[in-house]
């Protein structure tokens, strides 16, 4: 069966500090990656999707990038972080580009200071 | 901003009764809806999908309509249960790309 890792699993960092978040996917091959942020009380926000390795594509222009260094590896970075980058970063996979069923891992709360 | 929007942020609901919980879209050119569970602290979980060639489909305990002529989707929970409590997001899909409401928090009452 597939399972999909993310960590850490909550973050403090402070402001203009650097930031790697990483996420991971067993049990499958070539899926379709994708990073969220989710807001508090709000829906979520795709940030970035992958459908193979070096390909990454952006829907928010931000203070992030994304990166796909290995097929079933996805890793969310920031050089500074601003108050704003504060949120649930989830990052999901899937079998069809963007559409069918997403498969959502646990998340990791990033807190700004 | 979003495309995707829930008609009641909150929605409480007596343990055992019914729940509907209702989103609205506004693209007609959606082919493609889910409706998804997050519990407090986790990532969202899938409960049900239904194409846009359908207008009903059901799961267990879950039943899901679409009405593309008033671009809506409902989520009905049967006889609900404490565990039911979560936020439900609808989403829909859209040039490949899906788009999430804002969700309906859901308390379940003893």
């Known amino acids: 069966s597939q399972t999909i890792h993310q960590w850490p699993a909550t973050l403090v960092q402070p402001v203009g500090s650097p930031l790697s978040l990483e996420c991971t996917v067993e049990g499958t091959s070539n899926p379709n990656l994708y990073w969220y942020r989710q807001a508090a009380g709000r829906g979520l926000q795709l940030l970035f999707y992958?459908?193979?390795?070096?390909?990454i594509s952006s829907e928010v222009p931000q203070n992030l990038s994304a990166s796909r260094p290995q097929d079933r590896q996805f890793i969310l970075s920031s050089k500074k972080l601003l108050l704003s980058d504060s949120g649930f970063y989830l990052c999901?996979?899937?079998?069809?580009?963007?559409?069918?069923?997403?498969?959502f891992g646990p998340g990791t709360r990033l807190t700004v200071t | 901003g979003e495309s995707v929007g829930l008609h009641l942020p909150t929605l409480s609901v007596q343990e055992g009764d019914n729940s509907i919980i209702n989103c609205a879209y506004s693209n007609s050119a959606s082919d493609y809806f889910i409706w998804y569970k997050q519990e407090s602290g986790k990532g969202p979980q899938f409960i049900i999908d239904?194409?846009?060639?359908?207008d009903k489909r059901q799961g267990q305990r879950v039943t899901v309509l679409l009405n593309k002529t008033v671009k809506h989707l409902s989520l009905q929970i049967a006889a609900t249960q404490p565990g039911d409590s979560a936020v439900y997001f609808c989403a829909e899909r859209n040039d490949y790309k899906l788009s999430f409401g804002a969700g309906t928090t859901v308390t379940v009452r003893a």
């Open positions: 239904i194409r846009s060639n359908m």
């Open positions: 999901a996979w899937s079998v069809e580009i963007a559409g069918g069923q997403q498969y």
């Open positions: 992958s459908v193979g390795i070096g390909q």
